[in-house]
């Protein structure tokens, strides 16, 4: 078995993983900063993260515990691991050891979109309330806006992922099917640097690594809110390769995880085997189209539901509708913001109220599905600036010949 | 790049995949019948599943919506995927649409250790009700006992990851990393049919496809609620292989995701390069010496605490005990109920109050941290039976040379 050194892990530093947090002082405030705006728009005095996601945006580490954050302290409540060390870092067994200090319904928030019931309900008996507040449209909107530091961490994911989708024609042989070509391109981005790890926000959606769809596979209905389908190799996990074997004519979409830094890029490409339906190539060029589009139109104050309405107006006008999104089942929406997490705000859909900042990532991903031949379509991560979307993965979007 | 042949992967039949119930009749009567019981003793008079484990469970595939059980019905709601197919199957676009019936407070049991709060909150307005009855310790103890199908198929997983395992000093190669040798077990596994997904009860524990620990990164404590550590190779996923070159005089050990079915086992063999310290020998051999003991010890009957105390005794007898399920940090329990998640019941841990059943399905793991060497100890994976414990995972328990 082949061993591949172009890998970039290294042990973390012994010195370092002794301290809590493992953001610079300046940036950890820039991000508490954000959380206590948002905080007191939503009359929220004191807020307690419980989430992964959000402890690791407010210390760049996951530990099992919980952060107090009011507008003049925070506090790093630590169950596990031992050991750790910092300014306000206090060990606790169990979240009743909390000081929440003296809060009135309402003023406490909590992460009710991401805890379950059971652990809302102990935390508020803990503070002493009845009805929590809602910390996680708080951090949500937070999260939304990125720093520059956390856009540095996306690039970062962005340009290790690139490098494996170089790669990727190079992993094809004639005679594989669908989820022998993905497992090599599991590999080729595990040895790339790729933690795995597909945080993905909610409590119902799945997915290992990604999706390479083959095929008419892609028109098989998923019952996960992603935007392409697949029927998957078990009823366990219904979504993406299914045991096809690539053949000519199919086009095979390759939508894997981009999780190299903790911040995710999220990309896709088409690759195809032989010639394939003049329909299909139409469709690849009407996405990347739209992306060229809405990269113009992506600037501050953009409305999400006007960037969604501009990209079906494309597609209709090239007759394309019937194909957008799905076939035989439509994804309600074509892009979503990207960070910790793959669905982060804003959510690029027609009924979404999401309006753009600079500092937003979101990734763009119109897609179709094209009958006898397969998916097709781009999907970049953009970051936006002030004048439209900047793209932070950045390849040949063409559909490639896998030979 | 070498293509493996040997992978067990076959296309859903399309036949098959517009019925939502994939289970057989008779099947799928047996599990309702043990929710219902179940519901029964706790109160509650219907029952709404909404996570995926459960709804797995229950209908032997994923999908979007919620299965509302009573002692004399049972309704699929279906949100996603569109054209599924059966008795009681009803598309809906929101919970809103359920028919829940009369129902007063406490009487509906909803998922409270799994869904959100948010999610709670809303399908208990949508019910006309406050307070919800608690599910999630009806189907925790439902799903406790395994059926005669559930543990065929756990024993299919069981025979899957012998096979992997029996191969995994081929996937050695001199100067590798912790991380080069995990990434070929990972390609191994996966050729091998083993689906990815790593499914943990709760909403906190983190993992990607298994740890593979080397020498002293296994004395790392880390924050989840695993039995062994390791510092993992980014501080957004502290567990597991860390970058460790693997060197003369460590352990390796290798506890890597057994999920082939939807179903899992959890096994556990250790690696060495070169000769080890006799102390690390010592609390090997002690730790297939707890695993005899308690094969037999147990029975149905038997309780969990009381086979805590008996490894722990056996671990005192000989010495062990700083080394025993950690060094630096010490896990609380040594074997967990497996099956759809990782973490079912019961649990084998000083102060659980769970009684063996027949059909309960339980990972023992009796480790130990040697500092200067590495983690030792064996994990299988065994049915209770009226005899003892049944192995699943039958492989050779001896520490293992890497050539």
Redesign the interface.
Known sequence: ????GE?F????SRKE?GRLL?LPEAESCRRLDRVRSAMLSAGIRAGLVS??ASK?YLT??????WILVTQDSVTYYV?????LEGDNVVYVRKPEEIDFGCLADGELG?E??????????RLSAAAGIKV?G?L?KVLRKARSVKTDMEIEMIERSGKMQEGVYRRIP??Y?A???D??FQ??I??LS??S?C???FRIA???M?L??GNVLAGD?AD??????FAM?G????????VGA???VIAGGMTVMVDVNG?Y??YMTDMTRVYRVGSIDSLAEKAHRCSMDILRALEKSGVPGAKASEMYEEAESIVKERGLHAYFMGH??HAGFIGHGVG?EINEAPVIAPRSRDVLEVGNVIAIEPKFVIPGTGAVGVENTYVVTCDGLRCLTNLPEEITELL
């Open positions: 078995m082949g061993r591949n890998h892990f290294s042990r973390t993983e493992l989430g992964n690791f760049g580490r996951i530990f099992v515990g169950r596990r691991p031992v050991e909590l009710l979109d991401c805890a379950t019931y059971s652990s809302i309900e929590p809602d996680s190079g992993l042989a005679g594989m099917s989820i022998e497992i090599e599991e590999r595990r040895l640097g933690l795995g790890q909610g409590d119902s799945e290992f690594m596979n098989s209905p998923t019952p996960y809110d389908g029927a998957g190799v078990d009823p366990s996990l219904p299914d045991g096809t999780n830094t903790g035989r089942q910790i």
